[in-house]
């Protein structure tokens, strides 16, 4: 049997390949390369294909059939939070119409499991600084809505296979701030948060810009939970264990480290890591930027035995490290 997972080639979904390919779990990829990169994932089965496509749901159950797919980890999506709030059409055509397509081939098919990246966007702008899974969502632009109408279309669906008497388990995993390299190969490309920008401006001579440090937080900087990739790699393994043990209790789960960072705290990270001597610009605060948002890890650590192993240092050296940028001594 193979798990299936969307959006493969790209920086989250080709780290879970490599651990699954890893413990010698067959894979077939689906992804369209709108931001994924084939050499992540050469030499393994792929169906190139937009998941959002009229012709998706057919072209997915034949891959289901012919590669005796038991499981789906769907990762596939747009993730530009600004992209999101200029195009949402875009983005609910994609985000929503892929997950369609693909709990109507699960049911068309009648897979047991599926694992879902949501994210932390589904919790908007919180009034505390810890979230807990319970908390109500109000995601405050259409990528987050896009999440959290994910999930809701996963508990329907979930609800109609127990009426009908079938199986279906599934678990949404609510990413925080996910950085890092597990492999230097696989590291994230886009350049579109914090420590990629961060590295990006160093190499090109440029001081960080930090947005707002007049927030109620010590250093008056936005604290984020960031989980290394590979940690949050492993979550995925084990979310797929817990549906194969009938774990059924919770299916959302927040995904984090428990322990919060403000920006300049990252930042000076940087510059222990890289050796270089850091003055950050002051920018303005940037819009819908929550104060403090950090990941309550009660559930996943009780429920999925899983716990983040790498702290902010190893998640700044692979950065680091997979931008070539890690000084000659400290190779
Ligand atoms: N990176 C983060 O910080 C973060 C945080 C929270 C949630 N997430 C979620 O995790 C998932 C993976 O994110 P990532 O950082 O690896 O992004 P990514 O852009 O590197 O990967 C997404 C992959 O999906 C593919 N894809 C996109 N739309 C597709 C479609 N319609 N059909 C087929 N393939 C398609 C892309 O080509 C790419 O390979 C996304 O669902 C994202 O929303 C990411
Ligand atoms: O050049 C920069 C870039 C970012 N920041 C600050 O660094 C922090 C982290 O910013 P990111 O853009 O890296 O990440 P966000 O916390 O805004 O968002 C990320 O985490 C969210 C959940 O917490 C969602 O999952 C979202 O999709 C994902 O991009 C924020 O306070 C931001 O204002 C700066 O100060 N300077």
Same mark, same amino acid.
């Given at each position: 049997?193979?798990?299936?997972?969307?959006?493969?080639?790209?920086?989250?979904?080709?780290? @879970?390949?490599?651990?699954?390919?890893?413990?010698?779990?067959?894979?077939?990829?689906?992804?369209d390369f709108s931001t994924g990169?084939?050499?992540?994932?050469?030499? !393994?089965?792929?169906?190139?294909?937009d998941?959002?496509?009229?012709?998706?749901?057919?072209?997915?159950?034949?891959?289901?059939?012919?590669?005796? @797919?038991?499981?789906?980890?769907? $990762?596939?999506?747009k993730?530009?939070?600004?992209?999101?709030?200029?195009?949402?059409? #875009?983005?609910?055509?994609?985000?929503?119409?892929?997950?369609?397509?693909?709990?109507?081939?699960?049911?068309?098919?009648?897979?047991?499991?599926?694992?879902?990246?949501?994210?932390?966007?589904?919790?908007?702008?919180?009034? @505390?600084?810890?979230?807990?899974?319970?908390?109500?969502?109000?995601?405050?632009?259409? =990528?987050?809505?896009?999440?959290?109408?994910?999930?809701? #279309?996963?508990?329907?669906?979930?609800?109609?296979?127990?009426?009908?008497?079938?199986?279906?388990?599934?678990?949404?995993?609510? =990413? $925080?701030?996910?950085?890092?390299?597990?492999?230097?190969?696989? /590291?994230?490309?886009?350049? #579109?948060?914090?420590?990629?920008?961060? !590295?990006?401006?160093?190499?090109?001579?440029?001081?960080?810009? &930090?947005?707002?440090?007049?927030?109620?937080?010590?250093?008056?900087?936005?604290?984020?939970?960031?989980?290394?990739?590979?940690?949050?790699?492993?979550?995925?393994?084990?979310?797929?264990? =817990? #549906?194969?043990?009938?774990?059924?209790?919770?299916?959302? $789960?927040?995904?984090?480290?428990?322990?919060?960072?403000?920006?300049?705290?990252?930042?000076?990270?940087?510059?222990?890591?890289?050796?270089?001597? &850091?003055?950050?610009?002051?920018?303005?605060?940037?819009?819908?930027?929550?104060?403090?948002?950090?990941?309550?890890?009660?559930?996943?650590?009780?429920? !999925?035995?899983?716990?983040?192993? $790498?702290?902010?240092?190893?998640?700044?050296?692979?950065?680091?490290?997979? /931008?070539?940028?890690?000084?000659?001594?400290?190779?």
């Amino acid at each position: 049997m193979a798990v299936l997972v969307t959006g493969g080639a790209g920086y989250i979904g080709s780290h @879970v390949v490599r651990l699954l390919a890893e413990r010698g779990d067959d894979v077939l990829v689906v992804d369209d390369f709108s931001t994924g990169i084939g050499a992540r994932v050469e030499g !393994l089965p792929v169906v190139n294909l937009d998941l959002a496509a009229s012709d998706a749901e057919e072209r997915l159950v034949s891959a289901i059939k012919e590669h005796s @797919v038991d499981s789906i980890i769907h $990762f596939a999506a747009k993730k530009q939070v600004g992209e999101s709030v200029e195009e949402p059409v #875009m983005y609910f055509r994609q985000n929503i119409g892929a997950l369609t397509n693909i709990l109507a081939a699960v049911e068309a098919t009648g897979i047991e499991s599926l694992v879902f990246s949501s994210s932390a966007a589904t919790y908007g702008m919180p009034d @505390v600084d810890m979230v807990a899974e319970d908390l109500g969502c109000r995601p405050i632009n259409p =990528y987050g809505q896009t999440k959290l109408i994910g999930e809701w #279309m996963i508990d329907n669906q979930i609800a109609a296979s127990q009426m009908r008497g079938a199986t279906f388990n599934a678990v949404k995993l609510r =990413y $925080f701030n996910v950085a890092g390299a597990g492999w230097n190969e696989l /590291a994230d490309t886009a350049v #579109m948060n914090l420590i990629p920008i961060v !590295l990006e401006r160093l190499k090109d001579g440029k001081a960080p810009i &930090i947005f707002g440090d007049d927030y109620d937080t010590p250093d008056g900087t936005c604290i984020r939970d960031y989980v290394h990739v590979k940690d949050l790699a492993e979550a995925h393994i084990a979310a797929l264990d =817990y #549906m194969k043990v009938g774990g059924t209790t919770e299916t959302v $789960f927040n995904v984090g480290t428990g322990t919060g960072a403000s920006v300049k705290e990252v930042i000076d990270t940087i510059a222990e890591v890289t050796g270089r001597d &850091i003055v950050p610009d002051m920018g303005e605060r940037r819009a819908g930027d929550p104060p403090a948002l950090v990941a309550d890890v009660t559930r996943i650590s009780a429920l !999925l035995s899983w716990k983040a192993e $790498f702290g902010l240092e190893e998640i700044v050296r692979s950065a680091v490290e997979a /931008a070539e940028m890690l000084p000659d001594q400290k190779r």
